[in-house]
C-alpha cells in the first residue's frame, strides 16, 4: 500500500510541474497566432490603428541591448519602425510595465517555448504575405531560434497547426450556413492553408485558379473564399482577387 501511494504521490506532483512549467500548451488549448493589436494596444503603440513609431516605449526597447540586429530586419536599420521588430524586441526586453499589461502581453507570447513558437509564426505569416522580402523576415527567425533555443522546424510545425486554425475559423465565420463544413474545408480552406505554409509562385497560381473554379461552380464558395482571405491579409488577398477577376475577364473574351 505504501508503495501505491508513493506512486500516486509522483504521479500528482509530475503533473503539477507540467502544469506549472512555462511554454507548454494547456490542456484542450490550441496552437494559435499571436494577436498583433492587442500586444500593440496594450504597450500604447497604436494610434488611429496604426503603428505608433514614437510611443515611448518603443524609444526604450529601442535604446536597449536586444534592439541590435532586429532593427535592422527591415525599414532604417537603427529603428524598430515596424510592428514585428518592435514586438519581437519588446519580447526579448525586460520591460517594466504594469501588471495589467503584463498580463495581456504573457497571454498572447507567454515566457518560454510556446511565446517564442508564435513569435516565429508571426514572422512566418509575414512571409507569406509579403513574399518579395521573405529573406529579410529569415533574418528574424533566426534570431528567435538562437536566443529561445527552438529548431526552426518546430517554428514551422507550430505555425502550420496555428495557421490552419486560425484560417478554418474565419471561413466558418465568413461563409454562408448553406455550405457543408466538409466543403468549406476541402474547398475554401485547403488551398489557402497549403499557400500559407509553402507560399511560393505554385502555390499562389493555384489560389488564383481556385478562384476562377469557384466563381464558376458557386456566388456563395466564391464569397466565403475571397471574404476570408481578405479577412487574413487585405493586401495580399487583393492582389490575388485582381489575378482572379483578370483570368476570368481573359477566359470570358
Not at 492587442?38 to 504597450?43: D, R
Not at 497571454?107 to 512566418?124: N, T, V
Not at 497560381?205 to 475571397?226: D, I, M, P, Q, W
Request: proline residues 3%; contains cysteine; hydrophobic residues 40%.
Amino acid at each position: 500500500m505504501h508503495a501505491q501511494f508513493k506512486r500516486i504521490i509522483n504521479y500528482v506532483v509530475a503533473l503539477m510541474v507540467v502544469a506549472a512549467a512555462p511554454g507548454i500548451l494547456n490542456a484542450g488549448e490550441q496552437e494559435r497566432l499571436a494577436d498583433i493589436n492587442k500586444i500593440l494596444t496594450a504597450y500604447r503603440c497604436l494610434e488611429k490603428g496604426k503603428y505608433r513609431l514614437g510611443a515611448p516605449v518603443v524609444t526604450k526597447v529601442s535604446l536597449g541591448d536586444y534592439s541590435d540586429g532586429i532593427s535592422q530586419i527591415e525599414g532604417k536599420k537603427d529603428l524598430l519602425d515596424t510592428p514585428e521588430e518592435f514586438i519581437t524586441a519588446a519580447y526579448y526586453s525586460d520591460l517594466d510595465v504594469i501588471n495589467e499589461v503584463k498580463d495581456v502581453i504573457r497571454k498572447e507570447l507567454p515566457p518560454g517555448k510556446i511565446g517564442a513558437l508564435r513569435l516565429g509564426s508571426m514572422w512566418l505569416r509575414k512571409c507569406a504575405e509579403e513574399r518579395g522580402n521573405c529573406e529579410k523576415y529569415g533574418v528574424a527567425i533566426d534570431i528567435i531560434k538562437e536566443r529561445s533555443e527552438i529548431s526552426e522546424q518546430a517554428i514551422h510545425d507550430y505555425f502550420s497547426k496555428a495557421m490552419e486554425n486560425e484560417i478554418k475559423a474565419l471561413a466558418a465565420a465568413n461563409s454562408s450556413t448553406q455550405l457543408p463544413q466538409k466543403t468549406i474545408y476541402n474547398e475554401l480552406c485547403q488551398p489557402i492553408i497549403t499557400y500559407y505554409i509553402l507560399p511560393d509562385n505554385e502555390n499562389e497560381n493555384n489560389l488564383v485558379n481556385t478562384g476562377v473554379k469557384l466563381f464558376k461552380a458557386s456566388r456563395l464558395k466564391a464569397e466565403g473564399f475571397t471574404t476570408t482571405m481578405i479577412k487574413l491579409n487585405e493586401k495580399f488577398a487583393s492582389r490575388v482577387i485582381s489575378r482572379i477577376h483578370e483570368k476570368r475577364s481573359n477566359r470570358n473574351k
